[in-house]
């Protein structure tokens, strides 16, 4: 069932998700930055850990989901910022007919703008990475599901901290610890793979805390927002 | 002729604190249907405070204020009629004008009262439909939001220093936006410094250092 508050009538939502595309298409330049960062970070982790190839190939899986975590964690600043900046994000307070439901979009346009191009990025690294089969697709099937949570959840803690001055920090230690479940069920569906063993599990738990985080983020979300525009 | 007219929106005893400091306490004034108020007032006496608390962007932190005797936070309709324009007018500076003003019509869904082309034409700016916001002169900027109060219908505008780089034909324009609204029973909130050429049937203005309405 979806809840009718997170139904904004059809022109209106198309029109939010049409904005996001807009601008993220305007600054596309900086579409990049978050898979560049991505990499960087999954490449240290071989000069940190050395040469052996075994401790590298089983480690791949949790390093892919560390660098994703955080190139994702660096961008949610900007999912409020430039509309608190510019005065759009009063307008969308006050005139949107459902406030959740518009953070739902801007959930959604963070994730086609920062998860989505990092999961297209691991599926080029995992091949590079001459991953078995079976693990690469339990990595990019626990990113498709998990990463929803990432946006969702991190849109609370954006809102939150919309406007604070040195937010970014506050924003990651915020939202870090909320994450974990996300990468305990992401890597532990990883590691089951390799082991050949069943990942369903933690498929449905991590698609369950996505449906959770949907249902319940943009509310906080939108009661976030208000109380910092206040 | 306008002493007859009931009562819109009436502010009572509303006090805003920000922090520890007092901005202003004890203010009431109420304003009828086709009325323009002039909130004037030294820098830091709480205009924009004001403003924001019509708005309902903040809450009073005593008092109320009512929209036909009731409270404007229970009231969907009053959110339905109020357009709120703030110091920073609210465009995104990677979309174009004509993409910014859409977007304004769309999220307020309340259908138009007027073609884009036609507002933008009112403005001035029909050469600009296509420019980025963020190429415009700060001039242009508030032309831009002029075309938002033409399109977007509202019964009730709150306006925060909207004369602000505007030239003397954007003041004009402006006024005369001002007494269709308000001939056309809108209600104004203005916080400018500078004269506004409306008739004084109309005007109405509130002084945020004396705390006078008159």
């Known amino acids: ?230 | 002729m306008h002493a007859a007219n009931p009562i819109a929106l009436d502010v009572v005893d509303i006090e805003c604190l920000r922090g520890d400091a007092l901005i202003f306490e004890h203010l009431s004034f109420s304003v009828s249907a086709g009325r323009v108020v002039q909130i004037l007032g030294a820098n830091g006496s709480g205009k924009t405070s004001l403003l924001r608390m019509l708005s309902g962007l903040a809450t009073p932190t005593a008092g109320d204020i009512l929209w036909h005797g009731e409270p404007i936070r229970e009231s969907a309709r009053f959110h339905e009629q109020l357009i709120y324009q703030g110091i920073s007018v609210g465009f995104s500076v990677s979309l174009t004008v004509r993409e910014n003003l859409e977007y304004a019509l769309a999220i307020a869904a309340r259908g138009a009262q007027a073609s884009t082309a036609r507002a933008l034409a009112r403005v001035g700016l029909t050469r600009y439909h296509g420019t980025l916001f963020g190429r415009l002169s700060s001039g242009q900027r508030q032309r831009v939001a002029l075309a938002r109060l033409l399109l977007v219908p509202a019964q009730i505008w709150l306006l925060d220093e909207p004369l602000t780089a505007l030239d003397r034909a954007g003041k004009e324009l402006l006024e005369e936006m001002l007494l269709g609204h308000v001939e056309s029973s809108g209600i104004a909130l203005v916080a400018t410094h500078q004269p506004l050429g409306i008739p004084p049937g109309y005007l109405q203005t509130l002084d945020m250092d004396r705390r006078t309405a008159c």
Not at chain 1, 132 to 156: H, K, W, Y
Not at chain 1, 166 to 180: D, F, N, S
Not at chain 1, 213 to 223: G, K, M, V
């Open chain 1, 1 to 230: 069932m979806l809840n009718p508050a997170l139904v904004a009538p059809r022109p209106a939502s198309f029109a939010i998700l049409r904005r996001e595309m807009l601008r993220l298409y305007r600054r596309r330049g900086q579409l990049i930055q978050p898979p560049l960062f991505f990499v960087l970070v999954a490449v240290l982790f071989p000069f940190a850990i050395g040469g052996d190839e075994h401790l590298l190939r089983a480690l791949a899986p949790a390093t892919v989901w560390i660098s994703v975590l955080l190139a994702t964690t660096l961008s949610l600043e900007d999912i409020f910022r430039s509309d608190q900046e510019d005065g759009s994000l009063e307008q969308l307070v006050l005139m949107a007919k459902s406030l959740p439901g518009a953070c739902a979009l801007k959930a959604l346009a963070h994730w086609l703008s920062t998860p989505a191009p990092l999961i297209a990025m691991a599926a080029l690294m995992s091949s590079v990475h001459d991953l078995e089969a079976d693990t690469r697709s339990a990595l990019l099937i626990s990113l498709v599901l998990g990463t929803p949570v990432f946006s969702l959840v991190g849109t609370i803690g954006s809102a939150l901290t919309v406007g604070v001055r040195g937010g970014a920090l506050l924003l990651a230690l915020l939202i870090l610890p909320l994450y974990i479940p996300v990468l305990i069920f992401g890597a532990g569906a990883v590691r089951n793979a390799t082991l050949s063993t069943a990942t369903g599990s933690e498929y449905f738990f991590l698609a369950g805390l996505s449906v959770l985080a949907a249902t319940l983020a943009p509310f906080a979300t939108a009661a976030g927002l208000r109380a910092r525009l206040s």
